[in-house]
């Protein structure tokens, strides 16, 4: 028998693990190939054209691998690449901004969303731009919170310290009577807790991963996992350190993983 097509999904490092993780959870019988591009990790303090490439290297990598549909769980590299990589290939392309806007304009109800992210996710204004277009008549504001992401991976979004910082952040936002707050990065849910504590539970907090999943699973249609089926196979690929990589998938995903490495190419042109 032919071997059943997967869905890809491709990340900056390990921050899309969360939108992993939801689609097990909700397509558990579907086989994921994962790329992380560890190596060249961070995005969201590139340039356009840096994530750009980046981006379409990764793309080029695992669509030599039949799929049923590509998941851009990275923030960042979705508001730059997701236009373009939906016009390129044949299969459907899911980033995570229109399923987080979506889900955004469905929640508020005095119209004021409020959006974080990397300094390239915001400056891109993707966010803005797909939430008017759902609801033109919204308000909406955005802010960079680059030392969110340093924060979850020196593994302080439990401490003191993340209060101070995440506080210190999202003080220009206390004052836009929000009603709605898009985590807008793939490490943010991490940080729910705090940022809740911060905006007040007045303020409905928009996790993408979750919304992504759901997106992908009405494309693909229902999970139909039969009893005793034999769990689908996965691979996680890194740019980076395979030791590193796994550790967290493991810790994250709460089970073993196979990991293996791919270079790509580290000048823009290739
Ligand atoms: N969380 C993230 N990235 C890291 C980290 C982390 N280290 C500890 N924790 N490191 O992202 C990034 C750099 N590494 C990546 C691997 O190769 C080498 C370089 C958030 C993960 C979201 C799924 C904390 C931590 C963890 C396990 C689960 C969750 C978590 F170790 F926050
Ligand atoms: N994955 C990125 C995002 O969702 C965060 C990490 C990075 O900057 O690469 O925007």
């Known amino acids: 028998m032919e071997k059943e097509k997967g869905i890809a999904v491709i990340d900056s490092g390990v921050g899309g693990l969360t939108v992993v993780k939801e689609i097990m959870r909700q397509l558990p019988s579907q ?28 793309i080029d990598f695992v669509t030599r691998t039949p799929l049923k549909a590509l998941v851009i769980a990275c923030n960042t590299a979705t508001a730059v690449v997701l236009d373009e990589a939906k016009k390129d290939l044949p299969v459907p392309v899911i980033g995570v901004i229109e399923p987080g806007a979506r889900a955004a304009v469905n929640a508020t109800r005095n119209g004021r969303i409020g959006v974080i992210g990397t ?43 993340a209060r101070r910082v995440v506080s210190e952040t999202l003080t220009p936002l206390l004052r836009e009577e929000l009603d709605t707050l898009i985590l807008g990065c793939t490490h943010y849910p991490l940080l729910a807790p705090v940022i809740q504590e911060v905006v007040g539970d007045s303020v409905t907090l928009i996790s993408s991963a979750e919304e992504t999943a759901r997106e992908l699973a009405a494309y693909i249609g229902p999970d139909e996992r039969k009893e005793k089926q034999a769990p689908p196979d996965h691979v996680f690929v890194t740019t980076g350190d395979t030791g590193m990589f796994r550790e967290i998938a493991e810790e994250w995903l709460s089970r073993t993983v196979r990991v293996e490495y791919h270079a790509l190419e580290r000048s823009l042109k290739s």
Do not use: W
């Open 31 to 58: 086989p994921i190939l994962y790329m992380g591009d560890n190596a060249r990790c961070p995005y969201g303090s590139k340039t356009p054209e840096e994530i750009r490439a980046y981006s379409f290297q990764m």
């Open 119 to 161: 300094e390239a996710t915001i400056r891109s204004q993707a966010y803005t731009r797909s939430l008017l277009q759902i609801k033109p008549d919204l308000h909406v504001t955005g802010l960079a919170c680059p030392s969110f992401v340093p924060l979850v991976e020196k593994h302080l979004a439990h401490t003191e310290e």
